[in-house]
């Protein structure tokens, strides 16, 4: 359940140190987290994954949270069980939602080899066979012997996934449909219908329609929450994971737990027509990403000011569906050199996150990377200074009635006209091309007042009439936003 000026900020990026410290540094950060206003934090993937480098999306046990010595390591990238237990108890005694990153669409790094029959598939047309059925050996016997059944006895086998990417007796990679009864990609109508049926993505491919393995999962869930203390889950890809399974799964989560358990789901498809349909699926049980609105925070960076700025929340949750978006600048998929490469640049990232941190509608998500910058081979610093100052604009200044000036190709702005416990709101004006400005009524409360630029990148000072108008000026290719120049604290 989404609140007024609710933050979620994403803890982690792609290319973090294999140092095993993210949870150490986590609990110590909870107080500051708190002080920005930030009371959600989406955690990266606490599970054994196929090595300690693991960005945690190649899932290998969901039982061990950094435990056992398997696959390498006790500890996970991240850290060890302790620590993550230890991290999220500072969360929540900080008033900060802790919210796991469920990865339940596949599993990798198998214990032992199974012989069974399969189809190679076309990769581009998942429902076109490119063989006769035959036998392949895959690494598909999960026995988690560094765990010897502790928590749970239950081995995955060859039976409980519906495919694979990786024939061991000829070492030949492929999608290979697992043949059996009652085996098969989910129906159509269940996952996203790119490559004509996107039930596989990658690894070993769980079988949503096979009785153990949904039982598996919830025994899986009931231990996990009650081991963790968690109180919302991200769920990964589930546009290629059985939207009935999954709206039976929240559902049931959501009962046992209660509407403060907040989930939300990356279904990652810049469609809006086909994001409704799928929140429609699952009887809007749970929030999903505003991919459209990344998509055009993207374009909008690239095109500079050939981009028409009215045109910004066309066609995204945040203009239909606000309470069930989850709005976002750049995640760890989008960072530069991965699959769904798509970063913002970087003169338009404070024109991004003015756009979902001080609007009414959406729970913004703040990137790690963004934060406190990236590494790798792509690594840049981070924005901290700057969202430091957005973020206390909203916990102190985004309030009230919104009103819209979205009148113009490459200057646009809006008001919050502010409430009882926060009564001088704020006035953006953002431009993309020339410096301009937006003639803006901020209501009669806020007559007389002189605002003030808080980001300072214009020095004018703005006297507000006696109507509550006021023009508010943006320098060129920059964001303002105007508070009160008495209300603001430095």
């Not at 899932?59 to 850290?79: C, N, P």
């Not at 907040?262 to 027509?273: K, M």
């Not at 003169?347 to 963004?370: N, S, T």
Request: aromatic share 14%; net charge negative.
């Amino acid at each position: 359940m989404q609140k007024q000026n609710d933050v979620l900020m994403q803890y982690f990026e792609w290319y973090l140190a294999d140092d095993g410290s993210l949870w150490k540094k986590l609990a110590d950060d909870a107080k500051h987290l708190q002080a920005l206003g930030i009371n959600n934090v989406w955690l990266p993937p606490a599970f054994k994954g196929t090595g300690s480098g693991d960005v945690g999306y190649g899932i290998y046990d969901l039982f061990d949270l950094g435990e056992f010595d398997q696959k390498g390591s006790i500890r996970t990238k991240y850290g060890t069980k302790e620590e993550y237990l230890t991290a999220i108890e500072e969360l929540k005694n900080h008033g900060i939602r802790p919210i796991a990153d469920l990865v339940l669409n596949h599993k990798a790094g198998g214990d032992e080899k199974e012989t069974f029959k399969v189809l190679k598939m076309n990769p581009d047309n998942r429902q076109e066979a490119e063989s006769e059925p035959y036998d392949i050996e895959g690494w598909t016997h999960f026995t988690f012997p560094g765990r010897k059944g502790k928590y749970n006895d239950f081995e995955w086998r060859y039976y409980h996934f519906s495919g694979t990417d990786y024939d061991a007796k000829t070492e030949e990679k492929g999608v290979y449909l697992i043949l059996g009864d009652n085996k098969g990609w989910a129906d159509n109508q269940s996952v996203d219908d790119e490559k004509g049926n996107f039930d596989y993505l990658m690894f070993c491919d769980i079988d949503y329609s096979h009785p153990e393995v949904i039982q598996n999962i919830k025994d899986w869930t009931r231990w996990f929450i009650e081991t963790t203390g968690i109180q919302g889950f991200r769920l990964d890809a589930i546009k290629h994971i059985d939207s009935r399974f999954i709206e039976r799964f929240i559902e049931s989560v959501t009962e046992a737990m209660g509407e403060e358990f907040y989930v939300f789901g990356e279904y990652w498809i810049a469609d809006y027509d086909a994001t409704i349909n799928y929140l429609e699926t699952i009887d809007f049980e749970f929030d999903l990403f505003d991919v459209s609105l990344h998509m055009n925070l993207y374009s909008a960076s690239q095109q500079g000011a050939a981009y028409d700025l009215r045109q910004i929340f066309d066609n995204t949750l945040m203009q239909h569906n606000p309470w069930n978006a989850v709005t976002f600048v750049d995640n760890h998929d989008t960072q530069r050199g991965q699959s769904l490469e798509s970063e913002v640049e970087q003169w338009f990232k404070p024109h991004a996150y003015g756009l979902i941190l001080l609007r009414e509608q959406g729970l913004p998500c703040v990137f790690y990377g963004d934060y406190y910058g990236v590494g790798g081979e792509n690594a840049h610093s981070g924005y901290q200074s700057l969202l430091d100052k957005l973020l206390f604009i909203r916990k102190h200044h985004a309030y009230g009635k919104q009103v819209d000036y979205l009148d113009h190709p490459n200057c646009i702005g809006w008001a919050r006209l502010g409430n009882d416990e926060h009564p001088d709101g704020l006035a953006v004006v953002l431009s993309n091309g020339e410096a301009g400005w937006k003639e803006m009524n901020m209501g009669p409360a806020n007559a007389g007042k002189i605002f003030v630029d808080f980001l300072q990148h214009h020095d004018a000072e703005i006297m507000i009439n006696e109507d509550g108008n006021a023009t508010f000026p943006v320098n060129a290719g920059e964001i303002s936003v105007w508070v009160n120049k008495e209300s603001h604290l430095d």
